[in-house]
């Protein structure tokens, strides 16, 4: 219990130093294959969006890329990260990595499905990440966004 305090401590913290950003940790929200249209058409923008897995060596370095440019940018920004292949309290578990969060999804459901929802494109490869700007516009990368792609996704 007590990574769960520290991981709750840190994000509140870590959130803190953004104006109107949630005060505590997020909680594990169920990401199926429906969730996906949903947050295109209906979700908070500008956005960010890492999907990662318990494994992915990777993901921790992308996610600070995409803090640091948030920060920067002085905008309120959706920090989100996916998790793959856990959810509940082992989600929370390896979202520890990622300071500075403002949600936490876990796949629940088929993932082949679910990733074929988000882009039939994709092969699985984490850290996937999915920007999507104040107009709705959308750019996908594998691993850590370029300094070109963070500029086009939060202008300014």
Known sequence: MNWLFKFL????????????????????????????????????????YLFTTSYCSTCPDAFETLYKAARQSGQKVELAAVMMDVDGDQAIKHAH??????????????????RQAVDP??????????????????????????????????PG
């Open 97 to 114: 990595y990622f300071t500075g969060l403002t949600r936490l999804y876990a796949f629940d459901g088929f993932e082949p499905s679910i």
């Open 121 to 154: 494109q994709w092969q699985n490869i984490t850290p996937y990440v999915v920007l999507i700007d104040q107009q709705g516009r959308v750019q996908k990368t594998l691993g850590a966004p370029s300094a070109a792609l963070l500029k086009k996704w939060l």
């Open 9 to 48: 401590v840190g994000s509140a913290l870590a959130l803190a130093a953004l104006p109107g950003w949630p005060q505590s940790g997020p909680d594990v929200i169920a990401f199926d294959a429906t969730t996906w249209p949903q947050l295109l058409a209906h979700g908070p923008r500008p956005a960010a």
